[in-house]
């Protein structure tokens, strides 16, 4: 008996792991039948459904707000929820565009690392309008405009000192390289705030 538990354990520790780091992270790295079973999933939020399939268009609205609560603020990291987002975010305009930055805000704040490390990788392929830029712009401008960020479904606010203090010590910092996008990232926001402080 003794035998067979040694074994399930020696199993466990080396096929979970593998079972673990071969699931995407992202929807973009979803296989065709992943998405699908995401998108016919009951528990997927039926306006993001909307949204994927075209029949829901991003405005200043409730049911658009009510949406990216729900893409920003879901118990655990949810990979079309945060495709969905930052699609929206690069096309958000206007009265939408204004609000941008409570959610780019939420989104960092919510899952640090899934976002930093996709944004980091956006940024190396998109010099004009990359997330990374977006990101930075929309957080540093929501801070200037009202002192605070937003954070969860609560209504908690942090400021921009507390932000910093937060991505660093939440985000992993394992690379020099990211060291220095973390970097690059607060002093952008810094900049932007600096720029549009009332």
Known sequence: MNDNLISRVIIFFFICPLIVFSQSLYWEDLSENSRKETLNDSGTFKPAIDYYNGNLIPN??????????????????????????????????????EAMGEYCGKMIYNYPNETFNFIIADKKHNFDKSLFTLYTDFIGWELAMSGNLIIGNLNKTISLKQLEKYLRKNIVQNSDNKINELNSFIKQIKKVYKENKQ
Do not use: H, M, V, W
């Open 60 to 97: 200043d609205d409730s049911l658009t707000y009510l949406l990216l609560d729900t893409l920003t603020c879901s118990r655990i990291f949810n990979p079309l929820y945060f495709y969905e987002f930052n699609e929206i975010l690069k096309k958000s305009d206007g009265a939408l565009a």
